[in-house]
């Protein structure tokens, strides 16, 4: 006999969540934490997380504070995780895996297909309506069109 799951309870969706809910200012933070653990210095993830140091350093320590454990051990230069740190950085690597992964599907996280309905007053037929279906027909912002960077090579004629 299969059980079934309680699908009364639902995460939030991202339009859900209130400016000030802790996903949302959490979010941020574990790219940050996880640039820290990967690089074992705060310096280096801070360059290239393209952050001042003192900034990213206030940054985990609010992380460390709002989870309330220690993270980093912190041994001169460097840093190390602690077991708390480690546990937590597979999740973090998990969560934006995931992140990552919702752009990386078919048409570029964009729906490969569906129906769009909308009204528009009857002056803006003419112009405004043609050029937005264009841009949504289109290819997604970033997209290299098929065949850009190749170069037309012409045959000898053929006799």
Known sequence: MQ?????????PSIAEL????????LAPLL?????VARL?????AAVELGMPQPTLSRAVA????????????????????????QIFRASVERALAEVEGCG???GGGRPVGGRVAFGFLHTMGSEAVP???RGFRGPPPGAVPAGAGL????????A
């Open 3 to 11: 059980h079934q799951r309680d699908t009364d309870v639902t995460a």
């Open 18 to 25: 209130a400016p000030d809910a802790p996903a949302v200012g």
């Open 31 to 35: 790219a940050q934490f996880a640039a």
């Open 40 to 44: 074992e210095h705060v310096t280096r």
């Open 62 to 85: 609010r992380l460390e504070a709002e989870l309330g454990v220690a993270l980093l051990a912190r041994e001169g230069r460097t840093v190390r995780l602690t077991r708390a740190g």
């Open 104 to 106: 990386g599907g078919p």
């Open 131 to 133: 050029m937005l279906l």
């Open 151 to 158: 170069r037309r090579v012409h045959a000898p004629a053929v």
